[in-house]
């Protein structure tokens, strides 16, 4: 009988890429965790809660996997702590592992996550260490579109100019492109200048993070997102757009004089449009992302008694590998300390 002959001094030792493929696959765990905590909580009304113990979940599982991470930014303009907080380490690995940068989102949306709104998710980025960018400042005004509109979106031009381009670069008339805008008081203007030019808008109420990811999917329904929010989501943003050959231009925005002075004081230019690759450089970039309510890319948990239905996506800049996990988890016996699957018993 033929045998497969053994390499004879077993496999090579992963090179950066290929320890970056292994790690992959094994961050789903890290949102799966987080976003099934998340999801246990959904409409009791405390948004708090549910980032707490979406953190919780994530730290709990990355710090099982075998790299040194560092986060970079902080998800979340004005959330409470209990977040992963720039400046901390994370990560089980020893020397040898991948010394890594992070960018994390437990829950993008624990408002949504509190009232049982749709399009929360848990989002984590790993990046070759100093790739991602620690913009400081909280906001930042953002224009994101998928791999068609790459090269034809200019954060500066007119509006209207903008969406031109993208329609027709999607071969589409203005009106049938989707644009995705948070309901704020601040985009009133923008909402007005939309409705007139003719696209179809998608208010949502938090999460463009969650619109910029579907935007990276050609048929998510989502085309155009449009409108100031985190500057972590925009990083993040970009991560996921990186990895599908989309784009997004941020520049930094202030909510009142004090942000914008301390910004200036600290050295950084104001008017600085940052591109993709600005946001998320080098060929290094991984991103998991698990939905915790249902959404336009991902459905959100599922509890069915000793097990719960999970659906992720994996994307890796470095091949443009997109690929879609449902998880059937069984939580029967699994504790908190060695899963940290498992949602906390209230
Ligand atoms: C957005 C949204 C996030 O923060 O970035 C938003 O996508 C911006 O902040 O989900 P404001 O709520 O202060 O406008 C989130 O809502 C996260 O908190």
Redesign the pocket.
Known sequence: MHRNPSPPDGLPLPDEAGQERLLLLDLVRSTEAAALRAARLMGKGDPDAVELEAAEGMRGMLNQLPFRGRVVIRA????PSGQLLPGERIGGGGAGTPELDVAADPV??PRLVADGLPNALSVFVAANAGSLHSVRCQ?MNKIAVGPRGRGRIDLRAPVRENLRAVAAAMRRKIRDLTVVI?N?PRHTALIQDVRSIGARIKLIS????AASLAAAMEDSGVDVVLGI??SA?AVLSAAALRCVGGEIQAEPWFADDASRIQYLAEGHAPEKVFTTEDLAAGPGIILAATGITDGDLLRGARFQGDRARTFSVLMRARTGTIRFIETFHNLAGISEKRGGYLPPAR
């Open positions: 979340g303009p004005g959330r993008e949306g906001y948070l704020r938090d999460g463009d993070l929010g985190g989501e």
